[in-house]
C-alpha cells in the first residue's frame, strides 16, 4: 500500500501534493500530454503549488500547448515552466524530442517523469502512426518507450543525487488493461481480434458498456487502447526491475474514469448511467490526478508490493495477471527495442 492508507478514490491531488511537498519542492519534472482541463495540466500545477522548480510540459498542438504554458506560468510564477514539442505518433520525433531535453543544458537533470499523454480513436477503423504502426501501441507505448529510454541520462543524472527510489517515471495506465494482454503474436493488429493464441485473446466484458459491439469484431480500438494500456503497466514493471539498483522507481497508475477534457465527450449520459449502476466511480480531475502524484512522490512507495496503483493504493496481486508478469514485461522490452529500432535504422 502507499504510506497513507487513508487515500482512496477521493482523495485530493493538490492536497496529497502539499503531504509530501518535501519530495518535489526545488525538483525538476516532465509531464507529458498537460493540456488544459486534464490529469497532466492537474499534476503540473499541484507540483508548483507544492514547490517544483522546474516542470516541462510537453504536448503535439502548438497552440495547446502554448496555452497551456501561458495559464501555469500565469498561475505559478515562482515554477519555472517549459513548454516542449513531443509527437508520440512518430518515432523518430519522439526520440528528437528526447535529444533535444538532453542537450539543454539549463536541464541538467529530471527527477520526476509522468508519461501522460494518451490517444484513443473511437473508431473500430484502424489507424496507423507514421510509422505505420497500430496508433495506440504506438502512440501509448512505443513513443513513450523511445522518449523516455533516450531520456535516461538526465533521469540518471537525478538519481545520483536523490535518495534511492525518490527519483521516478510514472506511466499513466488505465483499467482498460483488464480487457487484454500484449498480442505478442499480432502487436499490429493484423488478424482478427480473436484470430491469435487463446492466451493472447482480448475479453469483451466491457465493450457494450462503451456502446462497443457485444461479441468480437475484426479490429476493435477498445481492445486496441487496452493493449496499449497493459504495454504501460508491463513497461513500468521491467523499468522498475532494470533500473532500481541505479535508483530510479518506475510506477504505473490507474486514474480511474476522470472527467478531463477529452472524457466529457467520450462518456455519453448512457455510458454515465451504466457506470454508476456497476458502482464505478466517476472522478473529478482533482480525484483523478491523485494518484499520479502519489506514485509520483509518496516516499514511503517501494514497489515491494507492485508497481501498479489505483485509488492511491499499490493494487498487487489485484492486477490482472497478463499486466504484472515479470516474464511478459522482458519480453515486452526486448520487442519494443527491436520495433524500434528497425523503424529507426
Known amino acids: 500500500m ?37 490529469i497532466g495540466d ?3 500545477q499541484v507540483f508548483a503549488s507544492a514547490g517544483a522548480a522546474t516542470i516541462i510540459i510537453t504536448g503535439r498542438n502548438d497552440e495547446k500547448l502554448s496555452a497551456a504554458h501561458s495559464a501555469l506560468s500565469s498561475a505559478y510564477p515562482q515554477t519555472h515552466f517549459i513548454p516542449h514539442k513531443l509527437d508520440l505518433n512518430s518515432l523518430a520525433a519522439s526520440k528528437a524530442s528526447a535529444e533535444a531535453l538532453l542537450a539543454d543544458n539549463s536541464i541538467p537533470a ?8 494518451g490517444f484513443s480513436s473511437r473508431t473500430n477503423v484502424r489507424q496507423f502512426t507514421s510509422d505505420g504502426i497500430e496508433s495506440h501501441f504506438g502512440a501509448n507505448h512505443l513513443g513513450h518507450f523511445v522518449f523516455i529510454t533516450t531520456l535516461l541520462p538526465k533521469i540518471r543524472a537525478a538519481a545520483k543525487n536523490n535518495i534511492p527510489g525518490a527519483t521516478r517515471v510514472v506511466l ?16 499490429n493488429f493484423d488478424r482478427h481480434s480473436m484470430d491469435v493464441p487463446e ?37 513500468a514493471l521491467e523499468m522498475s526491475r532494470l533500473y532500481r539498483e541505479e535508483g530510479i522507481a518506475a ?19 448512457t455510458i454515465r448511467k451504466r457506470l ?52 511478459a514485461a522482458e519480453r515486452l522490452w526486448k520487442l519494443s527495442e527491436e520495433i524500434v529500432s528497425s523503424k529507426l535504422e
Open 251 to 269: 510506477y504505473s497508475i490507474d486514474p480511474g474514469v476522470t472527467m478531463s477534457g477529452a472524457a466529457k465527450k467520450a462518456v455519453t449520459e
Open 276 to 327: 454508476e449502476e456497476r458502482n464505478i466511480p466517476i472522478k473529478s480531475v482533482d480525484e483523478g490526478a491523485a494518484v499520479v502524484v502519489v506514485a509520483a512522490l509518496d516516499p514511503g512507495l517501494t514497489g515491494e508490493k507492485g508497481t501498479h496503483l489505483k485509488d492511491c493504493q499499490v493494487l498487487g496481486e489485484k492486477v490482472p495477471a497478463w499486466s504484472r508478469d515479470a516474464a
Open 110 to 117: 529530471i527527477d520526476i517523469t509522468i508519461a501522460n499523454a
Open 42 to 44: 492537474t499534476v503540473a
Open 2 to 38: 502507499a504510506s497513507n492508507p487513508d487515500y482512496g478514490v477521493n482523495s485530493s491531488a493538490r492536497e496529497i501534493a502539499q503531504a509530501y511537498a518535501s519530495s518535489i519542492k526545488g525538483k525538476t519534472a516532465l509531464i507529458t500530454g498537460a493540456s488544459l482541463d486534464g
Open 172 to 187: 499513466v495506465s488505465s483499467s482498460a488493461m483488464m480487457a487484454s494482454p500484449i498480442r505478442f503474436s499480432d502487436w
Open 199 to 235: 492466451e493472447e485473446q482480448p475479453l469483451w466484458f466491457a465493450h457494450p458498456m462503451f456502446d462497443e459491439p457485444a461479441s468480437p469484431v475484426p479490429y476493435s480500438y477498445l481492445t486496441a487502447y487496452a493493449h496499449s494500456k497493459t504495454a504501460n503497466a508491463l513497461m
